[in-house]
């Protein structure tokens, strides 16, 4: 069975501090690994992915990939109200297959 | 430039029959995939299409099925609906088959099954 797990939370970061989302997937056919950003009511949007062992930065998101412990995170630095929503960590098989894990929802207080 | 768009927005259906979504990628993009969202949950993958062929099916029953258009337009169809089936379809269009490309996601049609 293919599954991304990630703890639902609700986790609530102050603005300004460091957040940290986790996740964990079974297979490891898994090849690539997706973080999206949903807004209450709105589509999912992609923020980064990654495929190679290691930490891949953008801006102020970090992702961090350890095919060993089968475990992606997406650090995010300085974070702000606006960074407020649910993040879905999603993992792909073999480009014909993408499963999402059911989301960390995200809150930062002013 | 415009996104990708869906329709309808909203759908209301009862047990038993039968619903048809539709979705258009953004120009120039070749391939749909469909995905299903239950509240509270991440998207399920269903269907995805590539220049008119199916390249990926997840784990979803007979009763789904879908197409592409010449057009790179796409339909997903749901035949026999259950109460089950009452969720936000999500289509997602990319440059490519591989998932390595970004997924631009349409706003969704929300179905209600009673």
């Known amino acids: 069975q293919k599954e991304v797990e990630q703890n639902s939370g609700p986790l609530s970061v102050p603005e300004g501090a460091i957040a940290s989302l986790n996740c964990t997937y079974s297979d490891r056919g898994s090849q690539s690994f997706f973080w999206y950003r949903q807004y209450s009511g709105k589509s999912p949007e992609l923020i980064m992915f990654?495929?190679?062992?290691g930490d891949k930065e953008d801006g102020r998101f970090t992702a961090q990939l350890n095919k060993a412990s089968q475990y992606v995170s997406l650090l995010i630095r300085d974070s702000q109200p606006s960074d407020s929503a649910t993040y879905l960590c999603a993992a792909s098989y073999n480009n014909n297959d993408m499963r999402f894990g059911a989301g960390t929802r995200l809150t930062v207080k002013p | 430039d415009a996104g990708v768009t869906q329709s309808p927005t909203h759908l209301i259906k009862t047990r038993g029959q039968h619903v048809t979504l539709r979705c258009s990628p953004i120009s120039g993009h070749k391939s749909v995939s469909w995905y299903q969202q239950v509240l509270g949950q991440g998207p399920q993958f269903i269907f995805q299409?590539?220049?008119?062929?199916?390249?990926g099916r997840g784990n979803f029953p007979d009763r789904f099925s879908a197409r592409q258009f010449p057009n790179y337009s796409s339909e997903l169809n749901v035949n026999a609906l259950l109460l089950g089936d009452s969720a936000l379809y999500l289509c997602?269009?990319?440059?490519?088959?591989?998932?390595?490309?970004?997924?631009?996601f349409g706003p969704g049609t929300r179905l209600t099954v009673l």
């Open positions: 299409y590539y220049e008119k062929e199916e390249r």
């Open positions: 997602a269009s990319s440059l490519d088959w591989a998932f390595t490309n970004e997924q631009f």
């Open positions: 990654i495929y190679s062992n």
